[in-house]
């Protein structure tokens, strides 16, 4: 079975369906009503700030619970099915389902910190 991608979709950055749905909604905004596109730019650049100001939150308040502590960097601690990317290691260095349980967890809560932040910032601006 092929499961390869076409080149040309190969090529594209993720997300990029998304950043054109957003380019069609943002001329549709213009088309409608010009006036709102100030507005529309200005909560975009608060919830960016927000995401960010989450993230940074989340290290500071959790700085030994780092979801990339799980990721190693010694090629002699990773998995034997892992393959270097540049000068980190990709697998996870997990010796039993209790680290993988807490990496998932911190996932979760950076996650869940940031969304909040957006949120908060969405629905307060």
């Known amino acids: 079975m092929n499961t390869s991608k076409p080149p040309l979709l190969q090529r594209l950055p993720r997300l990029s369906g998304w950043l054109l749905i957003t380019v069609l909604l943002l001329v549709s905004v213009w088309a409608i009503a ?3 596109l100030a507005v529309s730019l200005y909560k975009l650049s608060l919830v960016s700030l927000a995401a960010v ?4 939150l989340d290290r500071s308040i959790f700085p030994y619970a780092r979801p990339d502590g799980f ?9 034997p099915d892992s393959e ?3 000068d980190l290691v990709v697998g996870l260095c997990v010796r039993d389902n209790t680290q993988m349980l807490l990496m998932g ?3 979760l809560r950076r996650a869940i910190i940031i969304g909040c932040a957006m949120l908060t910032m969405g629905l307060g601006a």
């Open 34 to 36: 010009p006036h709102q």
């Open 53 to 56: 100001v989450g993230y940074w």
């Open 71 to 79: 990721l190693t960097t010694d090629a002699e601690d990773a998995p």
């Open 84 to 86: 270097p990317d540049g």
């Open 105 to 107: 967890v911190s996932m």
